[in-house]
Nanobody, 124 residues
Framework: QAQLVESGGGLVQAGGSLRLSCAASGRTFNSYNMGWFRQAPGKEREFVAAITWNGMTTYIADSVKGRFTISRDNAKNTVYLQMNNRKPEDTAVYYC?????????????????WGQGTQVTVSS
């Protein structure tokens, strides 16, 4: 399994931008399909974005489409979540996830490894 460490969280004003990073170690990073999920206070964890092992295909949740993008740099063993035009409802703990297997991108059960999460707070 991959070991995942998220970073880049913090406090940002509404309308601002923030980029989260997820650094992976363990097995070869470029074999992993990667995903981002988030969990807001009092809510269930939900899918945000995913990217295939080769970066050729991305999936973005409707709730963030047009504002968030996912990318990866296999040379740096890192996947990114660029968040633009942040809204207060984006406030959540953001988790990175990885799977060596083919995944259903939005299904949490598809992923084998999870990071500890990073808090993102958007002030209005």
């Amino acid at each position: 399994q991959a070991q995942l460490v998220e970073s880049g969280g913090g406090l940002v004003q509404a309308g601002g931008s923030l980029r989260l990073s997820c650094a992976a170690s363990g097995r070869t990073f470029n074999s992993y399909n990667m995903g981002w999920f988030r969990q807001a206070p009092g809510k269930e964890r939900e899918f945000v974005a995913a990217i295939t092992w080769n970066g050729m295909t991305t999936y973005i949740a409707d709730s963030v489409k047009g504002r968030f993008t996912i990318s990866r740099d296999n040379a740096k063993n890192t996947v990114y979540l660029q968040m633009n035009n942040r809204k207060p409802e984006d406030t959540a703990v953001y988790y990175c996830a990885a799977s060596i297997r083919r995944v259903r991108p939005s299904a949490q059960g598809s992923y084998d490894s999870w990071g500890q999460g990073t808090q993102v707070t958007v002030s209005s």
